[in-house]
């Protein structure tokens, strides 16, 4: 890892202004549209989750809300002492003995992660989670959309993301890892998930404008390929 890597993973915490009082804390829209995407891709049951890179621990609640004993990897040690000191079991790496044995994870997140690893490391990141997935088990991140004209703000706001992922390099990783790639969609609008119906209506009504004018530029940019053009993409391996 380069010098400027470790000098901004060593404050992203603080960048992020994640702290004890915030930590596992999603807003309402944000904590349904992660337990919608759970519950739209997770097929099968099982006892153990996987929350790869936990940040600020969103996740991890929502996982453990969801009924799975739920695990945190995360580098960054202040972030691993607070979600201790809130009962969440850590570790530092996908290689920690504490993790659960090989073929018995049923769904492994890695939300805003894995555009931080070089390809490299997201090569090795994609085996080891092959060898702990169950089979039908599933790996489902989000990451700024390489395939979209409309991503660099999402990809650049960050000096320590490396990685521009779009369908084709997602499809690849997971295949070079014996996973398939089953979906690749649009992380959903959080407007659509609002409790106020004024602003869940202005939120579906975007979403359809999206759709046409994302429809309409896919074929101006990529011919007759069906293209997400979102911002930020939601991809989804399935261990066969």
Known sequence: MSDYHESAYAIYHEWKDWSVESF???????????????????????????????GNGEMLTILRATGFQSIGIELNPVLCEIASSKGYETVGSLTDDRLPCSCSVTVITAFHVLEHLDKDTLRQTFARF????????????????????????????????????????????????????TSFHAFPALTTYSLRPLVRLKGLLRCYAEQIISGLLSRVYYGNADKVLSPVAVAVWTKA
């Not at 759970?38 to 153990?48: A, P, S, W």
């Not at 060898?131 to 990451?143: S, T, Y």
């Not at 000096?159 to 990783?173: E, F, K, P, R, Y």
């Open 24 to 54: 596992g804390v999603a807003s309402q829209e944000l904590d349904a549209a992660y337990k919608a995407l759970l519950r739209k891709h997770v097929q099968i049951e099982g006892r153990y989750a996987i929350d790869f890179g936990f």
């Open 130 to 181: 092959a060898i702990l997935l169950k089979r039908g088990g599933i790996v489902i991140a989000a990451f700024p959309n390489g395939d979209s004209p409309f991503a660099a703000s999402a990809f650049n706001g960050d000096i320590t993301h490396v990685t521009c992922i779009g369908s084709s390099m997602a499809d690849q990783v997971g295949s070079m890892s014996g996973l398939k790639l």
